[in-house]
Every structure is written in structure tokens, then in C-alpha cells.
Nanobody, 123 residues
Framework: QVQLVESGGGLVQAGGSLRLSCAAS????????MGWFRQAPGKEREFVGA????????YYDYSVKGRFAISRDNANNTLYLQMNRLKPEDTAVYFC????????????????WGQGTQVTVSS
């Protein structure tokens, strides 16, 4: 069974940086696109960014474009999300996901999900 486990979340001050990791195990992710989503209390899960298998194609939501960077290390089955210039509105539980689409941008395009890691940005 495919498993995705996020880590790296925590408390950070506004303007700071944080790097999230997503370790994958189980089935191979060869050819899979991967992405990050987030969900704040009382809000729906929203798209953050996605990356294709080779790692040379990415897509970001406007709210994080220029501040966040998604990358992957297929040899180690790990997905990353580098978050810079964090804002209080970035506070949410962050989820990593994997799907068969090249660069999935919708939650319905993903087949596997992690349990999430909390990111809290203080003012």
C-alpha cells in the first residue's frame, strides 16, 4: 500500500522559512505527478503547488507563487516544499499527494494522500 508521510511543519514567525518533506513508501511513484495542498480551520482544502515526475515542470497557486518552491528527489522517494517569506495566512495543515496526472492541480486528480503536517505562522 502506498504511504505518504509529511514532516517539517512547525511554528515560525512571519517572514520566516520552512521546508516540508513528504516521504513516500510502498508502490513505486514512477511517472507520478505530485503536489501539495493545505487546509486551514473552517476552510476547504486548497491547492498549493504541483510537480511532474522529472521535476522540470511546476505549477503554483497565485497565493504562493514566488514564495514557495516544490521539488522532488525520486531516488529517495521524497517530495519537498520550500516555503519562504511566510505569512500568517499560510497557516494550515499541509498535505502531500501523488497522482497519475502529469501536473495535477485538483484534489480529484490525486490518488494518494498523506496525513498532513501543521504549519503555523505567527504575526
Amino acid at each position: 500500500q502506498v504511504q505518504l508521510v509529511e514532516s517539517g511543519g512547525g511554528l515560525v514567525q512571519a517572514g520566516g522559512s520552512l521546508r516540508l518533506s513528504c516521504a513516500a513508501s510502498g508502490r513505486t511513484f514512477s511517472g507520478y505527478g505530485m503536489g501539495w495542498f493545505r487546509q486551514a480551520p473552517g476552510k476547504e482544502r486548497e491547492f498549493v503547488g504541483a510537480i511532474n515526475w522529472s521535476g522540470d515542470s511546476t505549477y503554483y497557486d497565485y497565493s504562493v507563487k514566488g514564495r514557495f518552491a516544490i521539488s522532488r528527489d525520486n531516488a529517495n522517494n521524497t517530495l519537498y516544499l520550500q516555503m519562504n517569506r511566510l505569512k500568517p495566512e499560510d497557516t494550515a495543515v499541509y498535505f502531500c499527494a501523488a497522482g497519475r496526472f502529469r501536473v495535477p492541480t485538483k484534489a480529484t486528480e490525486y490518488d494518494y494522500w498523506g496525513q498532513g503536517t501543521q504549519v503555523t505562522v505567527s504575526s
